[in-house]
């Protein structure tokens, strides 16, 4: 046979052996997608049959996080407090709780991350172009924070936003903080807050999102709670080792019901209440 022919019959070869993988790549993906539906399903079928609605509008997919531990940095803590105080002094010689005075008040450190910021009215007050969002957002950007507005309480003349902290792109859901307002003036801001580098970080195999339900489900039958409906189902961190120096942070989602806040940890599937 010419090489021409026998190229032309390899090339024909060759293009059905690639389309023969085509389908059978294109059948295995869709058989995963209808795995995935099915077993999605049989998850909310199981909640539905313990009493508990899934009400969100899109099924979460799985979580992708690492199990990471990050090394405290606490340089920056004079800085925070010069940005909302002005210039600042070191008052006492106490590494364990600092204590900062300024023209604008007062601030306290600890160790494990949280903080008290106590400022005297007028030091940062409400523009007339700003709400109170706007306004804290500026305030928390001039300490370095960065998270996500979770809560807004008002009660008489006082008004509280609380913000979870964001680490990697993703909610740090044991660090939150909140400002208190009176009336157009900042009066205090307090919570917990992590600052550092990452020291390590290990991926591990995470379960999915159908057992994570699962899990929640059964820690809310074992432990007695009571709840109805899922308003909103988040992945994110929470500090599951809180050492002065080193924190592990560990990938969870969290499950905010009619009744309450819960956690479900990713790796391992344990269920825990918020405290």
């Excluded at 090489?3 to 059978?24: D, G």
């Excluded at 009493?51 to 606490?74: H, N, Y």
């Excluded at 809180?242 to 599937?269: E, H, I, K, S």
């Amino acid at each position: 046979m010419e090489w021409s022919k026998l190229k032309n019959v390899i090339l024909l070869m060759l293009l059905c052996v690639n389309i023969i993988l085509l389908l059978l790549v294109g059948s295995q993906a869709s058989q995963d997608k209808r795995y995935q539906a099915e077993t999605r399903q049989a998850a909310q079928a199981v909640l539905e049959q313990g009493g508990i609605d899934f009400t969100l509008d899109e099924f979460p997919d799985d979580l992708a996080l690492s199990v990471t531990t990050v090394t405290r940095d606490r340089t920056g803590e004079a800085g925070i407090a010069a940005a909302l105080l002005g210039e600042v002094t070191l008052e006492g010689e106490s590494e364990v709780r600092p204590r900062y005075s300024g023209p604008g008040g007062v601030a306290e450190f600890s160790m494990n991350g949280s903080f008290t910021i106590t400022l005297t009215p007028g030091t940062w007050r409400l523009e007339s172009d700003q709400d109170y969002e706007s306004s804290s957002q500026a305030c928390l950007e001039a300490m370095g924070f960065t998270g996500t507005l979770s809560d807004t309480e008002q009660t008489g003349a006082e008004t509280v936003l609380t913000y979870c902290q964001s680490w990697e792109g993703s909610p740090l859901f044991s660090c939150t903080i909140r400002l208190h307002w009176l009336e157009n003036d900042l009066v205090q801001v307090e919570g917990q807050r992590l600052d550092g580098s990452i020291s390590a970080s290990v991926t591990k195999s995470l379960l999915s999102t159908p057992t994570i339900l699962v899990r929640f489900l059964a820690g809310i039958k074992e432990g007695g709670y009571v709840c109805s409906r899922i308003d909103t189902m988040d992945g994110g961190y929470l500090l599951s080792s809180n050492t002065t120096r080193q924190v592990q942070l560990t990938p969870v989602w969290r499950f905010v019901t009619d009744t309450g806040t819960y956690y479900v940890n990713a790796v391992t599937g344990e269920f825990s209440p918020l405290e």
